[in-house]
């Protein structure tokens, strides 16, 4: 059997700049119609470095560097994820992207909320994962994870959000290095302003004027962000459809990656691309 084609090289990074002038660095790979991919909390974009491939028989792929991490330029906060989804706004205007499917993961998600609420006709279908809608109605991360998040040693906080990622049978099948586990480049300063602008989310009330076809995804174990989040999310998104994971952690999307993969997929190519416009 012939050996499958090799995927197309990354294109070397460049920038679009956001409203305030901040330089924001994006990676576009891969032909055919766009599909965003947003990463955590005070990671850069290759937290999709394992699975981004997995969607370019269908599309190509944009991930960017959020202010603070990785090319970007990081400049003192506050920021929010509103910032964050107004930023994505503007690589899409640099571009010339006029609509997408934006998939959001943890932080990520959050800001894929935002894009879909204020640029309802820059999204054709949104997808959400391991993600909350923020504020006082989310189920938030008990105690104890937050105690081993808030560990002074930088290398207790990578094992801890390593057993907060991936289940340990995946964890020893797979031992690393993960692209998970936040941008080792952030300098102090952007990692807490991204620790204030996820917290600081609050989407819940603004949630049903989401218009795009939208598919929620989580993790049935995670512990960094509740699955309790998922009806949550649902039940304020017109027409959401759910998926749970068994077994797994917050990145279900590496553990459970045939499976996840193929429900986006899947969800992308149902349905008119003219829909939600």
Known sequence: MAEPAPLPPPRPATFARAQDGTALAYQHRGEGPPLVLLAGQANDHHWWDDVREDFHATHSTL????????????????????????????VLDALGIERADVYGTSMGGRVAQWIAIAHPRRVRRLVLGCTSPGGPRAVERDATVRRALARPDADAVRLALADLMYSP????????????????RMPAHARHAHLLASNGHDAWDALPRIAAP??????????????????LLASRIPGALTHLFPGARHAYFEECRAEAGTLVRTFLGSGPAEESA
């Not at 964890?171 to 690393?176: L, S």
């Not at 939208?214 to 009806?231: E, K």
């Open 63 to 90: 991930t960017l560097d959020a202010r603070g991490t990785g090319d970007s330029d990081k400049p003192r906060g506050p920021y929010s994820t509103r910032q964050f989804a107004d930023d994505v706004v503007a």
């Open 169 to 184: 049978a995946w964890r020893a099948a797979h031992p690393g290095p993960y692209g998970t586990l936040g941008d080792p």
């Open 214 to 231: 939208t598919l929620v995804m989580h993790g049935d174990q995670d512990r960094l962000t509740p699955p309790d989040n998922l009806p």
